[in-house]
């Protein structure tokens, strides 16, 4: 997985104007969600076992995952207000967007961060979107970012929702509400999840 790291000169710049696209388009609420994601993403992979290079590969596709919400309006994402059918539909486009962004960027198709970027809102159970893929035919690298995004996603305030405490989070995640089910997730995922709440709770209060 070493060159989904990206070191390369060419392949920093990039990034680097990807990022800054993310940062200009939506601004720092996007910035420190991208940040937050790749953090947790890490802890999750180094607690179920995958070495430092594999942990920073699948942080790194995670800081990416929503880059193609840049090219969507903020005042869809930050609505407050139940979504209608036709901006749900515009909403789940940010995948695909996404995933075209960063492959005229110069990133491989099968690697991990196009497959983060494309494949971050499948469900476990094959609800999500945008392929309803299910199971194991869902990239490991999007079953891990998946949790994390959840996560940050019921942290963090947002224009229409409060911020949340890690406790409650952290309920939702396990136990279900009508936002999310612990079926959406892969249950190795999830028990990484839970036997290192505690740490991600400390790994998420410093960037806040």
């Not at 388009?25 to 969600?33: D, K, M, R, T």
């Not at 979107?129 to 490991?140: C, H, Q, S, T, W």
Request: net charge negative; glycine share 8%; proline share 4%.
């Amino acid at each position: 997985m070493s060159e989904e790291l990206r070191t390369s000169e060419t392949s920093e710049s990039l990034t680097d104007a990807l990022l800054q696209t993310m940062h200009q388009a939506s601004g720092e609420v996007l910035h420190q969600h991208a940040a937050k994601v790749g953090l947790i993403t890490h802890l999750l992979a180094i607690a179920m076992g995958h070495d430092e290079s594999e942990a920073a590969a699948f942080a790194y596709a995670g800081t990416m995952h929503d880059v193609g919400r840049s090219a969507m309006s903020d005042a869809l994402f930050g609505k407050n207000g139940v979504l209608n059918a036709e901006e749900v539909t515009e909403v789940r486009r940010h995948t695909g967007h996404g995933a075209m962004l960063l492959e005229d960027a110069g990133y491989d198709p099968d690697g991990l961060v196009i497959q983060c970027a494309l494949h971050h809102h499948e469900r476990f159970d094959g609800t999500g979107y945008p392929a309803g893929l299910k199971g194991e035919k869902i990239p490991l690298v999007a079953r891990l970012v998946a949790v994390a995004d959840v996560y940050d996603a019921l942290r963090a305030a947002r224009p229409y929702k409060p911020a949340m405490d890690h406790e409650t989070a952290c309920r939702i995640i396990l136990e279900g509400d009508e936002r999310c089910q612990p079926s959406h997730f892969d249950p190795a995922v999830l028990q990484a999840f839970r036997d290192n709440a505690e740490a991600i709770r400390r790994l998420w209060d410093p960037v806040s």
